[in-house]
């Protein structure tokens, strides 16, 4: 039974540049969200996506956007962006969008230079 | 703002000794909640969660506690080994999912 995957596992991305990064859910999941997680903080919540649809969304400009396909997967698109993005960006899944137990995956490092 | 917050940023405890991780929180509506364990490069782990109509739950080697009366609730974890090194976060679950993130407390095992 695979867990949340993520990738790529590390990259990095000049000022300006867009990146796209990927998620597969657990298998049986149909609801994932994404987290940044900057160096020594806790994760943030960044939005959830629900039947293929942006259903929640946290404190993050238009920059960051998100897409879920019918297989339930996900990506997260950054555009224009800043050295302040450099994270590590966490997807989570979960079965349903409410009330059960969510598991994350192990993250995407990203450093913007 | 954060809902969630963690007393210490650091605790360290003897190998076989307990561990006490506390977590305060300041929405009197909050209903369920969740310890996150995370070792270094890796993603957060579920450990254990708890919902407000408990105050009690037990899981295996860890138990955790609420204390709505004050808003507060601990991780408890027996004989502590060096494999629980790791930051240990309390989050808040809102509706919809939404994972409230404290700022984490790093467990450090002696030897």
């Known amino acids: 039974d695979a867990g949340v995957t993520q990738s790529p596992t590390h990259l990095i991305k000049t000022r300006g540049q867009q990146v796209t990064l990927r998620c597969s859910p657990k298998s049986g999941h149909d609801t994932v969200s994404w987290y940044q997680q900057a160096l020594g903080q806790g994760p943030q919540f960044i939005f959830q996506y629900y039947e293929e649809e942006e259903r929640q969304r946290g404190n993050f400009p238009d920059r960051f956007s998100g897409h879920q396909f019918p297989n339930y997967s996900s990506e997260l698109n950054v555009n224009a962006l800043l050295l302040g993005d450099s994270a590590l960006y966490l997807c989570?899944?979960?079965?349903?969008?409410?009330?059960?137990?969510?598991?994350f995956g192990e993250g995407s490092w990203l450093t913007v230079v | 703002g954060e809902s969630v917050g963690l007393h210490l940023p650091t605790l360290s405890v003897q190998e076989g000794d307990n561990s006490i991780i506390n977590c305060a929180y300041s929405?009197?509506?909050?209903?369920?909640f969740i310890w996150y364990k995370q070792e270094s490069g890796k993603g957060p782990q579920f450990i254990i969660d708890i919902r407000s109509n408990m105050d009690k739950r037990q899981g295996q080697r860890v138990t955790v506690l609420l204390n709505k009366t004050v808003k507060h609730l601990s991780l408890q974890i027996a004989a502590t080994q060096p494999g629980d090194s790791a930051v240990y976060f309390c989050a808040e679950n809102r509706s919809g999912d939404k994972i409230i993130f404290g700022k984490g407390t790093r467990l450090h095992i002696l030897p």
């Open positions: 989570a899944s979960s079965l349903g969008p409410s009330g059960n137990t969510i598991y």
């Open positions: 929405n009197s509506a909050s209903d369920y």
